[in-house]
């Protein structure tokens, strides 16, 4: 099967994409959003690496067992968009690949260097908390520079300057109507509602107030705050009053007329929020996130307005045709139906821009990071893919995909996503996986 142009990106906007690059040695065309630490190795001579034949490469895909695997989907190209192989291109529940979505419209939408800001305003004795949709704002200082923004700093900014101002009492009001609309999707299980943060322009430890740890594992068992901007802002009084500061009282609410700005703290710039966003896979962050993508595009910031955005965003690409479906921004819900050739061509997209270097840099890493460090790629079927390919995992009951990038065996960059309904949740991680490593040890060469 000879290679062909995909169809929702015109030849000229690739050609224009590969005149942008800097050529680094003959032959060697770096991808703007490839990470430097794998860029396309330099050659002495004036070939590239060569891409994979499309029939051979096909043939080896189609030969890897689909035990357990019910329905399956997939579609490979190269990094500028030429199909290598595709099958079953109909649109199926992504998961939490939609999270590429969601990370892309966000970069492209808000830009890399963005910061998220949580205020506080005072007039008299009347003090506000003002949620800026920060998915990152913590209970507590935390190491990590991602993680700066937290209630501590500002319960401590907040009570000197209220000191200073010589208010002792006050009675705190907490405002989270930067977003609007459910706080809970309806095409989530309801069964998850213990676990699964609400989603609120104002919370800490993405909305789970009493958790203290901060690994993937310790948050996603940790139970969920019913009102997370009630839990953040009944933990800020108790902060305030350890400092010294009397709160009487804490109410949903916005601040009055004339009330001025005494503190705040800011998060980190979006790069950093997607990049940990994708390697843990945290729905609350990427719903969140979602909601800005819809207060950038002028939607409301509801579940409904985040997917109208995003929608928005991929056809606007050029990348959106029937039968695909966006419903929220994390990949919960089971409504949502996404084609494989629509996720491989976002990558390649992504590989071809600058802009969207964090969302590549922020894919797991096959047996080394994220959610594909561990029970991923750890079989021999699947040890070619280990450090070679960069993926986004999603999971559903039922469902398990992959979207990314590998760095095959002569050094091609190629893109891919694979989408499957199982009956067996490893057996279609088995799949995946192999299907992805075919891809990285191939090279397949007439």
């Not at 350890?242 to 001025?260: D, F, I, Y």
Request: with cysteine; glycine share 8%; aromatic share 6%.
């Amino acid at each position: 099967m000879g290679a062909t142009r995909a169809r929702l990106i015109p030849t000229l906007v690739a050609l224009t994409l590969l005149a942008s690059c800097t050529v680094n040695q003959p032959g060697v065309t770096p991808l703007p959003g490839l990470p430097a630490s794998i860029q396309p190795t330099p050659v002495e001579s004036s070939t590239p690496p060569p891409i994979p034949n499309a029939e051979i490469l096909k043939t080896k895909l189609d030969k890897v067992k689909r035990t357990n695997v019910t329905e399956a989907a997939y579609a490979v190209y190269t990094s500028v968009g030429d199909e290598l192989a595709v099958e079953n291109d109909t649109a199926m529940v992504p998961a939490s690949t939609t999270k590429l979505v969601t990370a892309m419209a966000a970069i492209s939408l808000l830009g890399p260097d963005t910061r998220f800001q949580t205020r506080v305003l005072a007039l008299g004795d009347e003090v506000t908390i003002m949620g800026g949709g920060d998915p990152y704002l913590m209970a507590s200082k935390q190491k990590k520079a991602v993680l700066a923004a937290n209630l501590d700093d500002l319960a401590a900014a907040t009570a000197a300057a209220l000191t200073a101002a010589g208010t002792t009492t006050v009675k705190l009001n907490f405002d989270k109507s930067l977003f609007s609309g459910r706080e809970y999707a309806k095409s989530w299980a309801p069964g998850w509602g213990s676990y699964t943060s609400r989603i609120s322009a104002l919370s800490v430890n993405l909305g789970k107030s009493t958790a203290t740890k901060f690994n993937p594992k310790a948050l996603n068992a940790a139970a969920a705050d019913p009102d997370p901007a009630l839990a953040a802002a009944q933990l800020f009084a108790t902060k305030l009053r350890a400092l010294g500061v009397s709160v009487n009282s804490v109410a949903k609410g916005k601040a009055s007329e004339g009330a001025a700005e005494i503190a705040s703290v800011s998060s980190a710039p979006l790069s950093q929020i997607i990049e940990r966003m994708e390697l843990y896979s945290e729905n609350f962050t990427a719903e969140v996130i979602a909601r800005h993508v819809a207060i950038a595009a002028g939607q409301k910031a509801s579940f409904t307005g985040a997917s109208n955005a995003l929608e928005e965003y991929l056809q606007g690409m050029g990348l959106w045709s029937e039968g695909n479906k966006i419903d929220g921004g994390s990949g919960l819900s089971s409504k949502a139906k996404l084609k494989p050739s629509l996720l491989a061509r976002l990558v390649f997209t992504g590989l071809n821009d600058e802009k969207y270097q964090a969302v590549m840099a922020g894919l797991p890493v096959a047996g080394e990071s994220g959610t594909l460090k561990t029970k991923r790629f750890d079989d021999k079927k699947e040890q070619a893919g280990v450090g070679r390919v960069h993926a986004k995992t999603g999971t559903l009951n039922g469902v398990a995909t992959l979207a990314g990038y590998v760095v095959d065996a002569d050094g091609a960059v190629i893109a891919f996503a694979f989408m499957s309904k199982h009956t067996g949740q490893t057996a279609a991680y088995n799949w995946l996986d192999r299907e992805a490593s075919v891809i990285a040890g191939c090279g397949c060469q007439p």
